[in-house]
Nanobody, 120 residues
Framework: QVQLVESGGGVVQPGGSLSLSCVAS????????MGWYRQAPGKERELVAT???????TYVDSVKGRFTISRDNAKNTVYLQMDSLKPEDTAVYYC??????????????WGKGTLVTVSS
């Protein structure tokens, strides 16, 4: 079985920073794309950022220049550094990964989410 576990959420003032981490564990052969999504109250879940195994990144326009996604392939971990946070960044942040299991089947996994609240 495979698990994704996020950490690093919390409460921060506007303009502040937070760093999220997500570790994948279990029967993993390799991991393709990893990413972060978020869901604000009353809104649909949206893609925030993705990163490939080779480090190619994409970002939703609203976080470009403020958020940085990175990963450590040796640790099966993806990070999200969030700077210049705004109240509209308040959401539950979910980790996502396309994981190739030891049976060579690719499955998309989700973490349970971590809450980020930006408020003065």
């Amino acid at each position: 079985q495979v698990q994704l576990v996020e950490s690093g959420g919390g409460v921060v003032q506007p303009g502040g920073s937070l760093s999220l981490s997500c570790v994948a564990s279990g029967s993993i052969f390799s991991i393709n794309v990893m990413g972060w999504y978020r869901q604000a109250p009353g809104k649909e879940r949206e893609l925030v950022a993705t990163i490939t195994t080779r480090g190619i990144t994409t970002y939703v326009d609203s976080v470009k220049g403020r958020f940085t996604i990175s990963r450590d392939n040796a640790k099966n971990t993806v990070y999200l550094q969030m700077d210049s946070l705004k109240p509209e960044d308040t959401a539950v942040y979910y980790c996502n990964a396309d994981i190739i299991g030891v049976n060579y089947v690719v499955i998309t996994y989700w973490g349970k989410g971590t809450l980020v609240t930006v408020s003065s």
